[in-house]
């Protein structure tokens, strides 16, 4: 069973940095290319990042390119999102799941539970 868990959100002043963690539990994640998405209230789910399975092909949206590093340790079955100059837009729950496609991550249910960034003075 596909099984994710964020963590690391938390409060940050603008400017600041954090960095979430994605673990997956009942599957090996280094068979699985993982996605970074978030969601703030009233808006739609956007993807933000995300890194292959195979080759370690990363992307990132227009709106963090710069600021944000995805990457992954198969040892820890975890892949790490680190943001940094965050800003008060950054502000949403964040997830990841087991695909890079916002439609199929929706379809096969492999969200966690989400991580509450908020980037506020």
């Known amino acids: 069973q596909l099984q994710l868990v964020e963590s690391g959100g938390g409060l940050v002043q603008p400017g600041g940095s954090l960095r979430l963690s994605c673990t997956a539990s009942?599957?090996?994640?280094?068979?699985?290319?993982i996605g970074w998405f978030r969601q703030a209230p009233g808006k739609e789910r956007e993807g933000v990042s995300c890194i292959s399975s195979s080759d370690g092909s990363t992307y990132y949206a227009d709106s963090v390119k710069g600021r944000f590093t995805i990457s992954r340790d198969n040892a820890k079955n975890t892949v790490y999102l680190q943001m940094n100059s965050l800003k008060p837009e950054d502000t949403a729950v964040y997830y990841c799941?087991?695909?890079?496609?916002?439609?199929?991550?929706?379809?096969?249910?492999?969200w966690g539970q989400g991580t509450q960034v908020t980037v506020s003075s």
């Open positions: 799941a087991a695909d890079c496609d916002i439609t199929l991550a929706t379809m096969e249910g492999s």
């Open positions: 009942g599957f090996t994640l280094d068979y699985y290319a």
